[in-house]
């Protein structure tokens, strides 16, 4: 299914990756590596990338965004989808989810419990962000993730498509073992501060809510989108 881009700056297809793990499966899943710098001559010849270069320490940090990046950065060739996957029956919607390591964390949840792609709405995070591929751990790259899209047209577009399109909830919700999930579902996480636009939420076929104990007033939307990727995962 293609679902509708606006017209914005197109990404450049570059993104950072630091510190071996990421590296490593960006290569595992495929991604293009355009540059590797390193520290340790041997991590060249460990991830085989032909653009090598070693540089010194102090260096090496004036690239990275962060203060230990295990001395490995690289520069990657790779851009979100424009479609999602054929058959997809799991589909998990960032709709103003823009702290980078909740979006992050969500998209590596998403795909440890099997769902079949992600979507960050217009409004979410950029899943090229450097601090939310670090949170997501390799998983933007081992999962579809499709980027600026509108939220409102995503509810559409997926309910007019036979999806059972679910809202998460703070409170009122249907608890998510009673909900029927034998059909295909997408999932639609709000905003941290603010949960999901009443204009999105009036789109969807329902919602549901993670209880919490008494005197908890609610979990963030990394949290509670974890438990409800995994609570919905199983098949009907």
Known sequence: MRLRRGRERAATGMVLLEGRRLVRAARD??????????????????????????????????????????????????????????GAARVLVLAGVSDPGNAGTLVRSAAAFGWDAVVLARGSCDPTNPKALRAGAGATFATTVVAGVDAGDVAGALGADGFTTIGAATRGGTAPEQVDVTGRIALFVGSEAHGLDPAVAELLSTEVTVPVAAGVDSLNAAAAGAVLTYALARRG
């Not at 991590?43 to 203060?67: E, F, K, N, R």
């Open 29 to 86: 899943a495929g991604v293009e590596l355009e540059a590797l710098y390193v520290t340790d001559p041997a991590d060249v010849l460990a991830h085989g990338v032909a653009h090598a270069s070693v540089v010194p320490d102090d260096l090496l940090l004036t690239m990275a965004t962060t203060q230990n990046p295990q001395g490995l950065v690289a520069v990657a060739r790779w851009r979100p989808a424009t479609t999602l996957p054929g």
